[in-house]
């Protein structure tokens, strides 16, 4: 264990993890000064913690992994929620099961949207800020895709209201939400938001 140092020879449980992040962020352990400043993200990253936005909720906390063992440990505060998940499957996305489990536990409820409203919001969609800048939308059954092609192809969550969401565990969930039509587009990270418009055939 002390061949990788910091990175791995730390030995915890999952109880012992929820039980220093919830006292962490909870202001317990270090002042008000301290812990605003871990919490202050620049590029992605705090000092020593990343924020996290999953299912709409946001969390602070962090993840690790050696040798295919892994960890996340969030603590939601508006849930007062702390959650660890400790994995050593390589073959398991411990990125799905983390969301999904959250999902079953807060009992979010799962919005409904038919296969012919779907298809409203395929198309191309074009930045009104930079014409180069488009995104893609197509369509599985009920699903909407965001798709960049030979990249990415990822399906998105409907959360009602003609709105999308790509759920992330290691960057900022990106929302997309459409106009009644499915003509006009708003893309939001980290409260941010850029207009596209679809592009005519």
Sequence with gaps: MSTAKGTGSIV?????LNSF?????????????????????????GMGLFRYTINDRQGFGHRGRIDEFR???IYFAN??????LISNGSRIDINKIYTDILKLYLNDAI???????????VGVFV????????????QEK???????????KEPLVYKGNNRFVLEQMYA???????SSDGKELAFEQGGKTWKYIKEKI
Aim: no cysteine; proline share 1%; glycine share 2%.
């Design 12 to 16: 915890s449980t999952a109880e012992d």
């Design 21 to 45: 992040f919830e006292k962490l962020l909870t202001g317990k352990i270090l002042s008000e000064e301290s812990l605003a400043l871990m919490k202050t993200i620049k590029d992605r990253y």
């Design 71 to 73: 960890a996340t440990s």
């Design 79 to 84: 849930e007062n929620l702390a959650f660890t």
């Design 111 to 121: 919005a409904e949207i038919s296969e012919a409203e779907v298809a409203k919001f």
């Design 127 to 138: 930045s009104q800020n930079d014409p180069s800048d488009k995104a893609v939308f197509i």
């Design 142 to 152: 009920n699903v909407l895709i965001n798709f960049i092609k030979d990249e990415f």
């Design 172 to 178: 900022e969930s990106i929302s997309f939400t459409f």
